[in-house]
T-cell receptor
Framework: AQSVAQPEDQVNVAEGNPLTVKCTYS??????LFWYVQYPNRGLQFLLK??????LVKGSYGFEAEFNKSQTSFHLKKPSALVSDSALYFC????????????FGTGTRLQVFP | SQTIHQWPATLVQPVGSPLSLECTVE??????LYWYRQAAGRGLQLLFY??????ISSEVPQNLSASRPQDRQFILSSKKLLLSDSGFYLC??????????FGPGTRLTVL
């Protein structure tokens, strides 16, 4: 069965510093990996995805994520955090070998301090 | 591009009252549709999904039900609400087996 883990409930970072939000996954086949962001009282917004190809995926708002097959990870990164990046971030995975449902992590709250 | 509408945006209902939340989508045909519930601004709980008209799969046994009377309409219902039904309800569409697009959500408070 597929699963995804976000080990950190909250990540705090100072504005201008690099940020990393961690995600690890488990699937039986090739993973389809996604990152979403949610601002208060809003629906989730798609940030980026990895299906195949380059391990470094670039997405919206300057975010990027690196697919690491050996570590089964897909960490979200940004070189310089903004206060406006403060939000709830969700990692999600689907087993690319089939049509299983998209499985979401429990979310990581990112707080960027001025 | 796809658009997802959810209404109402907020709802306050007494315990034991019925519920009907509606989700309609535009800009796509025959999408997979999903209902999620989010409690306390944290993880998503998948409630129902539908791969076509009249086809509903339930993920969690509870007092909620879902229906898909039209290709682009997905309805979440309850005959009698419980306090535990409070939460943020999100509708999502999936054009193919790929990324999902989410609606703006409905905040339900059961008193």
């Amino acid at each position: 069965a597929q699963s995804v883990a976000q080990p950190e409930d909250q990540v705090n970072v100072a504005e201008g510093n690099p940020l990393t939000v961690k995600c690890t996954y488990s699937v039986s086949g090739n993973p389809y990996l996604f990152w979403y962001v949610q601002y208060p009282n809003r629906g989730l917004q798609f940030l980026l995805k990895y299906i195949t190809g380059d391990n470094l995926v670039k997405g919206s708002y300057g975010f990027e994520a690196e697919f690491n097959k050996s570590q089964t990870s897909f960490h979200l990164k940004k070189p310089s955090a903004l206060v406006s990046d403060s939000a709830l971030y969700f990692c999600a995975v689907r087993d690319g070998e089939g049509t299983d449902k998209l499985i979401f992590g429990t979310g990581t709250r990112l707080q960027v301090f001025p | 591009s796809q658009t997802i509408h959810q209404w109402p945006a907020t709802l306050v209902q007494p315990v034991g009252s019925p519920l009907s939340l509606e989700c309609t989508v535009e800009g796509t045909s025959n999408p997979n549709l999903y209902w999620y519930r989010q409690a306390a601004g944290r993880g998503l709980q998948l409630l129902f999904y539908s791969v076509g008209i009249g086809q509903i799969s339930s993920e969690v046994p509870q007092n909620l039900s879902a229906s898909r009377p039209q290709d682009r309409q997905f309805i979440l219902s309850s005959k009698k609400l419980l306090l535990s039904d409070s939460g943020f309800y999100l509708c999502a569409l999936e054009p193919e087996w790929d990324e999902q697009f989410f609606g703006p959500g409905t905040r339900l408070t059961v008193l």
